[in-house]
């Protein structure tokens, strides 16, 4: 399949499904989302699984930070450890 049939794909299937296209985007705007809605698996499975070359790939392009992890990392209990 080449790339203008994929992309007449998702265009009617984004019709059909009610949602707004993406901004400047085709297929970058799922994979960004399909890849931050993983942040917490490890990187090199969701690096695999998604079709990435690279880890430097996906961290620099795809994942995205977000309000709620954000806030995991702010707010995360670290166990406290004997000064040595």
Known sequence: MGYHDAATWLRSAEVRAGLKPQDGSLWHAYRRLWASSRK???????AQAGGWASLEALKSAYQQPDDETMLRVVTHEAQLREAR
Do not use: S, T, W
């Open 40 to 46: 917490d698996l490890q990187d090199v499975d969701v």
